[in-house]
C-alpha cells in the first residue's frame, strides 16, 4: 500500500554534503518503494549558531522579526542541497521554503506558533511524484513576514506536517538510535525503549532528555500523531512514541534522566505566613527567571526554608533577585548550591504500581547517597543530590528497576 | 524637498560586520536629512562563491531551480544584517526578500528577466518612515518559485526599483570612486569621469570595463534612470551614467578600456565563397561559445583567412568545434593565439570629430606595436596587439587622447 511518510532530518544528519548525500539515498529508497515523502529539514550543522554569532557582531539585541529573516536562510540552504541530491540520484524534487508551503504563523517573531498549514502546493508536488523537501522551523505570518518557530522548531514542523497532510508514519530522524533508558554515556546497559507514551516522553523531555523538544510531543499528543524517533546512521527501528503503549502496566519505570545544569537556592528562616512564597516567585517571574522545582516544608516553628533551582545560566541573576526578596522580607539568609544533580525516574505504570517512591529512596539510601529535594509529579519522581553522586545514582536505579531486560 | 533614494551596494560594500555597519551610517545620514531610502543589497563578500562551491560538492549540474533556491540566502543574510546595524543607530528599517517585495520575473532561473515590480509594500514601509532594504540579484516566478537574476543581478534590482518608484536619484556604491578614463592601476594618471552617457557605459562595459554589467545600464537607459556610480569607502562625488553628457562633443574620447581575458583563433585559407562564415559560426553558436570580435578581409585570391577572439575560458571548446568546422570545408589549417590583448578607445564624440581612428593607430604605431585585428563599432575602435604590449598601448593612447585633463 503507497504511504504518505514525513521524515524529519535534524542539523546533524545534514552537516555536510557527504551527510546530505546520505540523507537523500535513504529518502529515495523510500520512494523506490512507492512511497509518497514529504522530507522536513533544519540548518546544516553549525550554520544557525554561525547566523547568531554574525547578528552578535552588529547588534547586542538584534530586532525579531530581522533576526527571523537571518536564521530562515539556514534550513533554505539544507533543503535546496537535500533536493540537489536526491535529483543526483535520478530522482524528482522540489524544495519549499515555510512560506511556499503556506505554513502560517502568528506574528511572535522567533517564537512563533503555527496557526495552519496549507496543504495544496505539497499535494500538487507529490501528485507530480516529486519528493517535497519542507523548510523546517520557518513559517511566515499572515502579512508575509519570515518567522522561525523557537528551539525544537523543525520537529514541530514535521509533526504539524504529518498531523495536515494526514501522513501514514513520522519519522524523527537525529544522531541516536532512539529514546534510551537512561543516557548511555552513563550506563552502558542503557537499552533503547521500542515504545513510549506521549506522557512519558513529555516528562522525559522536561527533566533532561534531549532527544526531542516537549513542544512537538504536545502538538503529536494532541493530534494523536505517531512519531518514531530513529537514527540516519543506521538501519535499526527508533522508539515509537505514542498514546498508549502495550502491556503498559508491566513495567511501572521506563526511564531515567538526569540534569546537571541547574542550581538550588534556599532562603532560610521564611516566617511561615501567607504571602510569602508569592513574594519571592514573583520577583524571580518579573525577573523572567524560570523557576523548576520549588520545595518547601511545613514548619512546627513558625519558620521556614524554601528552596527551589534554577537553570544554572540564570543562576547570578536569580540569586540576586531572591536576595532583593529575602531583604524585603527581612534580613533573610540567602544560600546556593551549584554542586547539585536532578535524578528523576519516569513511567505512566509508576501510577498502578506501589512502592516505586520507597524502591528510588532505598536504592539511593543503599548508595550512601543523601537526597536534598524531592518532587513528584503523576508520572515521575525527581530528587536532587550531591552532583558527584549523579552517576552512581543513574546506575544503581537503572539497576533497581531492571531496566536493562526488556 | 524630500527625495526617494535607492541605493545599492554590491558585496565587497558589505563583506563583514565592520562594513555593514559602515553602510548603516551612511544610510541614515541620507534619512537624516529627511530623504526616503530604498536599498538594495548583494550577498556578503564570498558568500556567493561559497554556496557554489557547496552545491558543487553535491552535483555537477545541480537543477537550476534548486540553485535558484541556494544562491538566494546570500542576499537575504544581507538585508537582514543591514536592517539590524541601521535599528543600532536608532532607525527604523526592513527588510525584504524578493518575493516579499514583488519582483516578478520569468521562469528562467539562474538568469530571470523581471516582467514587473509591484510598488505597494515598499510605499507602505516607506510611509511608516522605514528605511526599506531590499535582497537584491532575486525575484520569483508567478507561481512564487524563487529565481536569480544572474550576473550584475543586484544592479538591475536597483535600477529597475528606481524606475518602478520613480526615485529620484539612484547609487551603485561599489569598491571604487567610479568610472575611469582607464585602469588606473595600468594608468596612475587615470582620471574619474564626471559624466558618461549611456551608450558609452555600454560600449566600455563589454569591452572590458567591469564596474558595472552592461544589463542594468541597457535597462537604466531604455528608461532613463540616471544612475551615479561611486564608492562606499568614501564622500566623494562618483560618475553620473546619463543620456547626454553637457558638451558633449568636447571630447572625442571618453575612455580606454584593455581586455586580456580573451584568445584569438585564426582559420587559413578559407575558400572565398558564400555560406563559409556561416558553417564556422553556427558550430560554435551550437557550442554555445560566445564569439566576440570577427575579421575577415576581403580577398583578391579567391582564399582569406578568418580570425575571431573568444573568452579564454572558452577557448579550448571553441578550438575544437572550429577544427571540425575547419575539417568538413577542406582540411584547413586552425591556428591559436593565447598572446593577445584588446585595446580600445570609447567615446561617442567620435562621432563628429575625424582622424580618432588614425590617432590610434599612429600612436600605437609610434610605439612599434603591430595591430593584428581592427574592429569599430559607432562609438568605439578596438585593436587586438600582442599581450605584451597593452599596458604600453594603453598609457600612450591615454596620453594622446588627453584623458588625464578634464
Chains 1, 2 share one sequence.
Do not use: W
Not at 315 to 322: D, E, G, P, W, Y
Not at 331 to 338: I, P, Y
Amino acid at each position: 500500500m503507497k504511504k504518505l511518510i514525513v521524515q524529519k532530518y535534524g542539523g546533524s544528519s545534514v552537516a555536510n554534503p557527504e551527510k546530505i548525500k546520505n540523507v537523500a539515498k535513504r529518502v529515495v529508497r523510500y520512494k523506490k518503494k512507492g512511497n509518497d515523502l514529504v522530507v522536513v529539514v533544519s540548518a546544516l550543522g553549525d550554520t544557525t549558531d554561525e547566523l547568531i554569532e554574525l547578528a552578535s557582531q552588529i547588534s547586542a539585541e538584534p530586532p525579531e522579526r530581522e533576526m527571523d529573516m537571518l536564521l530562515s536562510t539556514g534550513e533554505q540552504i539544507s533543503v535546496a542541497l537535500l533536493a540537489m541530491a536526491i535529483h543526483e540520484l535520478g530522482y524528482e524534487a522540489i524544495s519549499l521554503t515555510g512560506s511556499q508551503v503556506g505554513i502560517i504563523t502568528d506574528t511572535v517573531h522567533t517564537r512563533a506558533r503555527i496557526v495552519k498549514i496549507e496543504a495544496n502546493k505539497i499535494h500538487q508536488e507529490l501528485k507530480k511524484g516529486k519528493v517535497v523537501i519542507v523548510a523546517g522551523f520557518q513559517g511566515m505570518t499572515p502579512d508575509k513576514d519570515i518567522t522561525t518557530l523557537g528551539r525544537g522548531g523543525s520537529d514541530l514542523t514535521a509533526v504539524a506536517l504529518a498531523k495536515t497532510l494526514e501522513a501514514n508514519e513520522c519519522e524523527i530522524y537525529t544522531d541516536v538510535e532512539g529514546i534510551f533508558t537512561t543516557d548511555p554515556r552513563i550506563e552502558p546497559k542503557a537499552r533503547k525503549i521500542d515504545e513510549i507514551t506521549y506522557d512519558e516522553m513529555l516528562e522525559m523531555a522536561s527533566l533532561g532528555a534531549q532527544v526531542m523538544q516537549a513542544r512537538s510531543i504536545e502538538v503529536a499528543k494532541k493530534f494523536d500523531v505517531p512519531i518514531q524517533v530513529r537514527s540516519s546512521f543506521s538501519e535499526n527501528c527508533g522508539t515509537m512514541i505514542i498514546k498508549e503503549v502495550k502491556n503498559m502496566e508491566d513495567v511501572a519505570v521506563t526511564g531515567i534522566t538526569l540534569n546537571k545544569s541547574e542550581s538550588k537556592i534556599t532562603i532560610c528562616n521564611v516566617p511561615d505566613k501567607p504571602g510569602i512564597a508569592a513574594k519571592i516567585f514573583n520577583q524571580l517571574a518579573q525577573g523572567g527567571i524560570n523557576v523548576d522545582m520549588i520545595v518547601q516544608n511545613v514548619s512546627h516553628t513558625r519558620q521556614t526554608d524554601i528552596s527551589f533551582t534554577v537553570p544554572k545560566v540564570d543562576s547570578q541573576k536569580a540569586i540576586k533577585l531572591t536576595q532583593r526578596a529575602a531583604q524585603e522580607i527581612g534580613e533573610l539568609e540567602v544560600l546556593e548550591d551549584l554542586d547539585i544533580a536532578r535524578v528523576s525516574i519516569v513511567g505512566v505504570g509508576m501510577k498502578t504500581h506501589s512502592g516505586v517512591a520507597a524502591g528510588m529512596f532505598e536504592t539511593l539510601a543503599k548508595e550512601k547517597i543523601n537526597i536534598e529535594m524531592i518532587s513528584t509529579s503523576e508520572i515521575s519522581i525527581s530528587c536532587i543530590i550531591k552532583k558527584k553522586f549523579a552517576e552512581t545514582a543513574v546506575k544503581s536505579l537503572h539497576e533497581k528497576f531492571d531496566l536493562a531486560k526488556r
